[in-house]
C-alpha cells in the first residue's frame, strides 16, 4: 500500500503559477498517478493522469496548455506545475494512484489518495 502527501497548495493571484507536489510512500513507478480537484457541493473532477514512465498524459480540457504534471520516480514524487491560474481553479487538489497502467478520468478507478491540498485564485 502508498500513501500520498500533496503540499505547495497556497493562496495565489489571478495569473500566477503554483507547484503542487505529491510525495508517496512506496514506489510511484507502479502506479498511474492522477489529481482531482474538489469545491464545497461539487463532485471531485478529474485534472490530469501520467503514465508509470512518465511518457504518456492526459489533461482536462480546462487545465490544457496551462498544467504540466510531470514525475520524478527516483524521489517517488509527481508535480502538478498549475500556470495562468484563475479563480476557477480554486479548490481542494487530492492526487491519487492506481495500479493499472490505464490513464482514467473516473475518481473511482484510483486506488490511493493523498490528504488534499487547498489552492486559492483570487482575482
Known amino acids: 500500500q502508498v500513501q500520498l502527501v500533496e503540499s505547495g497548495g497556497g493562496l495565489v493571484q489571478a495569473g500566477g503559477s503554483l507547484r503542487l507536489s505529491c510525495a508517496a510512500s512506496g514506489r510511484t513507478s507502479t502506479y498511474v498517478m492522477g489529481w482531482f480537484r474538489q469545491t464545497p457541493g461539487k463532485e471531485r473532477e478529474f485534472v490530469a493522469a501520467?503514465?508509470?514512465?512518465?511518457?504518456?498524459?492526459s489533461y482536462a480540457d480546462s487545465v490544457k496548455g496551462r498544467f504540466t504534471l510531470s514525475r520524478d520516480n527516483a524521489k517517488n514524487t509527481v508535480y502538478l506545475q498549475m500556470n495562468s491560474l484563475k479563480p476557477d481553479d480554486t479548490a481542494v487538489y487530492y492526487c491519487?494512484?492506481?495500479?493499472?497502467?490505464?490513464?482514467?478520468?473516473?475518481?473511482?478507478?484510483?486506488?490511493?489518495w493523498g490528504q488534499g491540498t487547498q489552492v486559492t485564485v483570487s482575482s
Open positions: 491519487a494512484g492506481e495500479i493499472s497502467n490505464i490513464l482514467y478520468r473516473e475518481e473511482g478507478r484510483y486506488d490511493y
Open positions: 501520467i503514465s508509470r514512465s512518465g511518457g504518456a498524459t
